[in-house]
């Protein structure tokens, strides 16, 4: 068989002309992440089915219909992870995490999948950073969540987001909020749309959550879940919003916010963007106190928060095309083949001695197609090598920017490049 193999439907391949970009941004998560005290931590990229049907709920379109999975040849279930929490508790209670530090702030940037309809924004392979803060169920530590998926938006320039937050109560309020809303939008049954009238049996609260417009209308005198949260439930959320004013985080109260995945209770987030179009959820998470226990762990209070990597980068590049650049410092051309050698040595030593980026010619190019290519790559300074250069054992200098040359010896070319000139 021959012919063209291509990749995976909802998948994308990241290319030479956007790494730089995504490496950037990952290093300003990072950076981002331990200023606040978070600490890596990377699990397996599939684990067994049950950890994330168990926890993300069998009721959920993920667990139902998105999840890659299979079974292994001893009959294990194996699926890929659709999200990264119910690893990063099944991990934290495997490696009694708990016992070394009664809080744990871990964060993650790492793929997930799942099969869903691929669209802009929505891919069947994603990367999602996020952080979950294992150990602490006081309203500081929901506002620190919250202060951290909010201000990397800030701090890259994208303003114009949203913050929607709920707290969806405890398993009890939730269940009595639940058994009022089936009753409420039973006799419009016939009405709603399709998939929310399923929803009426398996998952009502998810009907809030409906796009459709017939079913807005519906549940526009919807009974509220702050009518049916307990009083703790209440003064807690109460003291979040209190905290996140005094910081100037501006939110907007969605009572109709509620979460695809059934480990949450309490407080819940979403950041929301135009910008990404219909997929506008930049990032998503709240608190799941309940999670740790019911994976076989010691009750311990939690609250995360996970965004889509793709998402962001999208807006970068819509945004800010030009502050992430592609630049090189120098271009090395290679006037005649027996150059070539004088050059390598060049870039090497430069490289080495000085830490800039140079690059050298390997097509055997025109100089004038060489001077193309470092334009392309917006390259500050050419050098070049040729017979006369390697005769005189010195090489010509071209500043990019404003078209000056000047002569360097060979030997002695890092001084040039010493202290006088920035690179980055
Ligand atoms: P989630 O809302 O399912 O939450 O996903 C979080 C974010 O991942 C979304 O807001 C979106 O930006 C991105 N995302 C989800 N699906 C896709 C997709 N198919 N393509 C591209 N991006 C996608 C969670 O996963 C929870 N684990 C969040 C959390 C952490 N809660 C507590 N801790």
């Known amino acids: 068989m021959s012919g063209q193999i291509r990749n995976i439907k909802g998948t994308k391949d990241l290319l030479p002309s956007e790494s730089k970009l995504w490496l950037e941004t990952e290093s300003i998560i990072h950076n981002f992440m331990s200023l606040h005290g978070y600490s890596l931590i990377r699990t397996p990229i599939f684990e067994k089915t049950e950890l994330f049907s168990r926890s993300i709920g069998q009721d959920t379109d993920i667990v139902n219909k998105e999840m890659y999975t299979w079974l292994d040849i001893d009959g294990?279930?194996?699926?890929?992870?659709?999200?990264?929490t119910a690893s990063v508790i099944r991990s934290y209670i495997q490696n009694n995490l708990g016992n070394q530090s009664p809080l744990q702030r871990v964060y993650y940037i790492d793929a997930s999948f799942r099969r869903e309809r691929p669209q802009k924004g929505r891919q069947r392979q994603f990367t999602q950073y996020g952080v979950e803060a294992i150990g602490s169920k006081n309203p500081e530590q929901d506002v620190e969540i919250i202060l951290i998926a909010s201000r990397i938006y800030q701090m890259?320039?994208?303003?114009?987001?949203?913050?929607?937050?709920?707290?969806?109560?405890?398993?009890?309020?939730?269940?009595?909020?639940?058994?009022?809303?089936?009753?409420?939008?039973?006799?419009?049954?016939?009405?709603?749309?399709?998939?929310?009238?399923?929803?009426?049996?398996?998952?009502?609260?998810?009907?809030?959550?409906?796009?459709?417009?017939?079913?807005?209308?519906?549940?526009?005198?919807?009974?509220l879940i702050s009518n049916y949260l307990s009083k703790d439930d209440s003064q807690n959320f109460e003291e979040i919003l209190n905290l996140l004013n005094n910081l100037n985080i501006k939110i907007?109260?969605?009572?109709?916010?509620?979460?695809?995945?059934?480990?949450?209770?309490?407080?819940?987030?979403?950041?929301?963007?135009?910008?990404?179009?219909?997929?506008?959820?930049?990032?998503?998470?709240?608190r799941y106190d309940k999670l740790v226990e019911y994976l076989g762990g010691k009750a311990t209070p939690a609250v995360g928060f996970a965004a889509g990597l793709e998402r962001l980068i999208m807006i970068l590049k819509d945004k800010q095309k030009n502050i992430i650049s592609n630049n090189i410092d120098i271009y090395i051309i290679?006037?005649?083949?027996?150059?070539?050698?004088?050059?390598?040595?060049?870039?090497?030593?430069?490289?080495?001695?000085?830490?800039?980026?140079?690059?050298c010619e390997t097509l055997r190019r025109s100089m004038k197609s060489q001077l193309r290519e470092a334009n392309k790559n917006n390259s500050?300074?050419?050098?070049?090598?040729?017979?006369?250069?390697?005769?005189?054992?010195?090489?010509?200098?071209?500043?990019?920017?404003?078209?000056?040359?000047?002569?360097?010896?060979?030997?002695?070319?890092?001084?040039?490049?010493?202290?006088?000139y920035e690179y980055k």
């Open 76 to 84: 294990t279930s194996l699926t890929l992870r659709p999200e990264l």
């Open 156 to 223: 890259l320039g994208i303003d114009d987001i949203e913050i929607h937050i709920n707290s969806i109560g405890s398993k009890e309020s939730r269940s009595q909020y639940s058994e009022s809303l089936v009753s409420f939008l039973s006799p419009y049954k016939k009405d709603l749309s399709k998939i929310s009238q399923k929803r009426l049996k398996t998952n009502p609260l998810r009907i809030l959550d409906s796009k459709s417009e017939k079913d807005i209308k519906i549940l526009e005198k919807a009974p």
């Open 252 to 286: 907007i109260i969605n009572e109709k916010l509620v979460r695809g995945l059934d480990y949450y209770n309490g407080m819940t987030f979403e950041i929301l963007s135009d910008d990404i179009g219909s997929q506008s959820a930049l990032c998503g998470g709240g």
């Open 334 to 359: 290679s006037l005649d083949e027996k150059s070539i050698s004088y050059s390598f040595a060049i870039a090497d030593k430069l490289r080495n001695t000085l830490g800039i980026k140079v690059v």
């Open 380 to 420: 500050k300074f050419t050098i070049l090598v040729g017979e006369n250069e390697i005769n005189n054992e010195r090489v010509t200098i071209k500043n990019m920017e404003d078209g000056t040359q000047t002569e360097a010896p060979i030997d002695e070319i890092e001084n040039y490049f010493g202290v006088d």
